[in-house]
């Protein structure tokens, strides 16, 4: 099987079975070639945002092809699911919709805007045995650091967890009719101590994710 791996930070892609696999040269995204438990796993950096995250599911899948679409990193946690790393059963984005006097409405990606609020969910691929809870993520171009945003992502789109990427890679693979899959490990609670907590917590976080896709994929 032929896995893209993608994670937005340096911190997240390194953490990913280190000191195995060859850089393959002049690429955009960075890219480390492994190859592991039969598979060739294409793992990519692509930094921070949903634009990044498409461009190079879409420029690498163009390139190599794919079996698999998956990401690995971190996240914050919005709902009070228990644990600290997650598979991603479902993922949304949370900042499409329109700009209202009194609230924003979301809507899928794509769809017109206008008229009563409708959420899309991305179903990810089955999980193949791990023991981990399973959350929904909402993806969206803005780092949380609300606590009463981090509830309307509850409230709206009964999301666990929020990041920057998930949503995006998700909706590539609906589009390309491939699957993906998704672990992310919680740095922080989206609220007014965010931006500390993830520094804090980054690269043990990063850890954890990468420690379980790389169980999952022994699993595939």
């Not at 953490?15 to 696999?21: C, E, H, L, R, S």
């Not at 949304?92 to 008229?115: C, E, L, M, N, S």
Request: proline share 5%.
């Amino acid at each position: 099987m032929r896995i893209i791996l993608l994670a937005a930070l340096d911190e997240e892609a390194d953490a990913f079975m280190p000191g195995f696999g060859d850089a393959l040269d002049g690429h955009w995204p960075p890219v480390r070639r492994i190859e592991t438990n039969g598979h060739t796993v294409l793992l990519a950096t692509t930094d921070i945002g949903k634009v990044n995250t498409a461009a190079a599911a879409a420029r690498l899948h163009m390139l190599h092809g794919a079996d698999l679409l998956a990401i690995t990193g971190t996240a914050g946690k919005l709902s009070a699911i228990e644990g600290d790393c997650f598979y991603l059963a479902h993922a949304v984005q949370h900042d499409y919709g329109a700009r209202k006097a009194d609230a924003f409405v979301h809507y899928p990606p794509g769809a017109w805007p206008i008229g009563p609020a409708q959420v899309r969910t991305y179903g990810a691929l089955a999980n193949p045995g791990l023991t981990l809870p399973h959350a929904v993520i909402a993806s969206g171009d803005a780092f949380i650091e609300d606590a009463a945003y981090a509830a309307h992502l509850v409230a709206a789109l009964d999301a666990d967890l929020v990041d920057m990427e998930t949503a995006a890679l998700a909706q590539y693979a609906h589009t390309a009719d491939l699957p993906w899959v998704g672990i992310k490990a919680t740095t922080d609670d989206a609220n007014h101590t965010s931006a500390g907590d993830f520094h804090t917590n980054l690269r043990a976080a990063a850890q954890r994710s990468a420690q379980e896709i790389a169980a999952m994929i022994a699993l595939l």
